[in-house]
Nanobody, 125 residues
Framework: QVQLVESGGGLVQAGDSLRLSCASS????????MGWFRQAPGKERVFVAA????????LYTDSVKDRFTISRDDAKNTVYLQMASLKPEDTAAYYC??????????????????WGQGTQVTVSS
């Protein structure tokens, strides 16, 4: 069983930076690929970024490339999403998720078996 808890969300201005954290209580965190998804009000949940279990392969949706960075610290059982140059359209609830796969980091939410409760990010213009 993997339990995920996100933190770090908040209200920021356009152009600001923010770092989200997702801590896992499971002892096998290092065996999971980790992903970040987001859901804006009235919209579907969409993929943002993912990192494979070894931490040497990452994947981003086009709208956040060169602005967001996903990383992991297996010693702390934590995955991070560093967000820079934030835009109002980045406003959403952000969720982290864990996938037991040794393939490329997955971008489809159906591949993830564990989810956190989400943290809200609001970017004002």
């Amino acid at each position: 069983q993997v339990q995920l808890v996100e933190s770090g969300g908040g209200l920021v201005q356009a152009g600001d930076s923010l770092r989200l954290s997702c801590a896992s209580s499971g002892r096998t965190f290092s065996l999971y690929a980790m992903g970040w998804f987001r859901q804006a009000p009235g919209k579907e949940r969409v993929f943002v970024a993912a990192i494979n279990w070894r931490g040497d392969n990452t994947l981003y949706t086009d709208s956040v490339k060169d602005r967001f960075t996903i990383s992991r610290d297996d010693a702390k059982n934590t995955v991070y999403l560093q967000m820079a140059s934030l835009k109002p359209e980045d406003t959403a609830a952000y969720y982290c998720a864990a996938a037991r796969t040794y393939s490329d980091p997955p971008s489809h939410d159906g591949e993830y078996g564990y989810w956190g409760q989400g943290t809200q990010v609001t970017v004002s213009s």
